[in-house]
């Protein structure tokens, strides 16, 4: 039987988190932000742990920091050095797994990944996070779905730890161009990988890496 007491409090946990990153991701929390937890809790009507369990999810997704002396701190906006190195990381990663991914994907993985391509069609990246966040884990998914077909798993892991869509959208949040091209980007990492063609998924991902850091940082 389950405990349905546990389920609430995680529920709930996963509540408090969600309505913190759109704060976070709107501003409305300003990056470098202390957190107070007993204030937050009186706020948000809610008992101080399952805010301390949001808190540590949001610490995880990198969007809040956990320093000794001065407690929970909204994160800073990523700098050009940060998205320097999450690209430089995401480009030696990436490429190499759309490549391993190219010979062994199934269908049952394209349609997944044509779905993603739908979703991210059908839902803008602009705005506040409300509207956004559907395109964002849609492209996470994407890239996600391609690091699991490559049947990597610490890479898989490593991916995912990055938490790159959450770095990304801080960024696009303010300006977006080129939804055109990220698709068509995209549809050409599918195409290649539909192909089992590994040189062209390979070379496909990076192309799509290289423009997306330079529509964040022209
Ligand atoms: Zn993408």
């Known amino acids: 039987m389950q405990d349905t007491r546990v389920v609430t409090r995680v529920g709930l946990a996963e509540q408090v988190r969600a309505r913190l990153q759109e704060r976070?991701?709107?501003?409305?929390?300003?990056?470098?932000?202390?957190?107070n937890i007993d204030?937050?809790?009186r706020e948000m009507a809610v008992s101080t742990t399952p805010l301390r369990e949001a808190l540590a999810g949001l610490c995880a997704r990198g969007l809040v920091r956990n320093e000794a002396y001065l407690g929970f701190t909204v994160a800073p906006m990523p700098d050009q050095a940060f998205l320097r190195d999450l690209y430089?990381?995401?480009?030696?990663?990436?490429?190499?797994?759309?490549?391993?991914a190219a010979p062994r994907i199934t269908p049952q993985a394209i349609t997944r990944l044509r779905d993603c391509?739908?979703?991210?069609?059908?839902?803008?990246?602009r705005g506040p996070w409300q509207t956004h966040r559907t395109h964002a884990a849609a492209d996470e998914a994407f890239h996600g779905i391609?690091?699991?077909?490559?049947?990597?798993?610490?890479a898989r892991q490593?991916?995912?730890?990055?938490?790159?869509?959450?770095?990304a959208s801080r960024l696009y949040m303010k300006a977006?161009?080129?939804?055109?091209?990220?698709?068509?980007e995209h549809e050409a990492i599918v195409a290649a990988l539909w192909g089992h063609d590994a040189a062209a998924a390979e070379a496909a991902m990076a192309h799509h890496l290289t423009a997306s850091r330079e529509r964040l940082a022209p």
């Open 176 to 184: 977006q161009q080129g939804a055109e091209e990220t698709a068509r």
């Open 117 to 125: 391509l739908a979703d991210m069609g059908a839902h803008v990246r």
């Open 146 to 154: 391609i690091a699991e077909a490559s049947g990597n798993e610490p």
């Open 24 to 35: 976070i991701m709107d501003q409305d929390l300003a990056p470098g932000a202390r957190l």
């Open 39 to 41: 204030a937050l809790a």
């Open 158 to 167: 490593a991916l995912t730890a990055l938490n790159a869509q959450v770095h």
């Open 88 to 100: 430089e990381t995401r480009l030696r990663l990436e490429p190499w797994l759309a490549a391993q």
